[in-house]
Structure formats: C-alpha cells, structure tokens
C-alpha cells in the first residue's frame, strides 16, 4: 500500500529537549516536505527537499532541521524545542521533480506536539 | 514573498444548495493548483487540481475554475451534502526561484441538514 508514515503521532515534551520526527515515504517520491498547522494559519511550509541531499528552507523554518540521506526517509528535527513549536505535523510527498509541475501531495497521518 | 489568500473562512451552507470557495495567488509563475479536503482530526487529501493551461476541470460534484489573469481559482460544491462538511485548502506550484507548495488559510464549510 502507497503511503507516508510518521512517528510519533504524539509527543508531549520539555522546552530544550532534543526531538526527531520520523516520516517515510514508500512511492519512490523525490519531493518530501514538512508542514506545520496552526488553528487559522493553514499549512506552513518548514522545509522541503527535491531529492536525497538536496533541502531547502520553506516559510517557517526557524527552530527546525531536516536531512534527506535516504529517498524514503526525511526526518525532522528540534534541536531546543520551544512552547511555540507547539503544533500539528505534516510530512508529505509527491512525483514532483524540480523543472516540473506540481503534482499531488500525500500526506502522512499527522504528529501532534506540545512542547511545554 | 509568494501567498495564498481564500476566502471565506467559514461557510455555512443547506443541504442540497451549492458552496463556492475562492484563492487568489501572486506568483504568475504557480502552474499548478490542488485543493485539499481535512476531515476532523485527518490528514488532507487532494480532491481536485488543475493546471495553468486548463481553465475549468470537473469531477462529479466537484468543479474548480481559473483565471490565470486575475491569478485567482474557485472551488464549486453542487448539491452539497452533510459529509462534504470539514476544512478545504486551496494550493499552488510555486517555481519562481524555489519550487514550494503554498498553501491558503483554509475555509471551514458546514452543511447544514
């Protein structure tokens, strides 16, 4: 089955405490991204990547990491987490290769943090 | 930068009339131009896209319309119906200098029965 994975899908943790957010794709997708949700604001992008190797900044990327050492796999992390990382997750994935159109994203389940 | 006004946020329609949701994008160069739908506590699925050299694609009860010259995209709901009550997102493809997605504020729809 075609699908995007996440983990956790909650987390409940410590201001500064280092955390990683898993996020596999299995469809041979070259774009993965991560978004954030907050009430009103929509889906921000915090990074994405075109291909293994290859990241780049979205809209909100202060506070966060990311790599891109396999194709499947791309990873967020928060080296000093903070109350206002406290939001809802998404990784996703697409087709999507650079000089291409957009494509569909896929989406995973969702990570809910609260960072207290 | 680039961005995604929709509008409105909130919409409120009866069972059986039509809902119509509407973005307005500022990069001529988007090409591409998904709508997204999220059900409580679910993640978002695409419903319907076009691309920048179709102005009208229709799925069933589902229609999105687009104006590459005012740059704005429309989501039409015929004979709406209770389960088509949850958040829809309008989205483009943005490739000018990066390729991101960016998405709208979202538009909260209720059918009322």
């Known amino acids: 089955e075609a699908q995007v994975t996440q983990n956790p899908r909650y987390l409940i943790t410590v201001t500064g405490k280092k955390l990683t957010v898993t996020c596999s794709q299995n469809?041979?997708?070259?774009?993965m991204s991560w978004y954030r949700q907050d009430p009103g604001l929509g889906l921000r992008q915090i990074y994405y990547s075109m291909n293994v190797e290859v990241t780049d900044k979205g809209d909100v990327p202060e506070g966060y990491k990311v790599s891109r050492k396999e194709k499947r796999n791309f990873p967020l992390i928060l080296e000093s987490p903070s109350p206002n990382q406290t939001s809802l997750y998404f990784c996703?994935?697409?087709?999507?290769?650079?000089?291409?159109?957009?494509?569909?994203?896929?989406f995973g389940p969702g990570t809910r943090l609260t960072v207290t | 930068g680039e961005n995604v006004e929709q509008h409105p946020s909130t919409l409120s329609v009866q069972e059986g009339d039509s809902a119509v949701i509407k973005c307005t994008y500022s990069d001529s160069a988007s090409n591409y131009f998904p709508w997204y739908k999220q059900e409580l506590g679910k993640r978002p699925q695409l419903i319907i896209d076009?691309?920048?050299?179709?102005g009208e694609k229709k799925d069933q009860r589902i229609a999105v319309t687009l104006n590459k010259t005012a740059k704005h995209f429309s989501l039409h709901i015929t004979e709406t119906q209770p389960e088509d009550s949850a958040v829809y997102f309008c989205a483009t493809w943005t490739t000018s200098g990066t390729y991101k997605y960016i998405f709208g504020t979202g538009t909260r729809l209720k059918v009322l029965a």
């Open positions: 996703a994935s697409t087709r999507t290769a650079a000089g291409t159109g957009g494509n569909e994203q896929y």
């Open positions: 469809m041979n997708h070259e774009y």
């Open positions: 076009i691309r920048s050299n179709v």
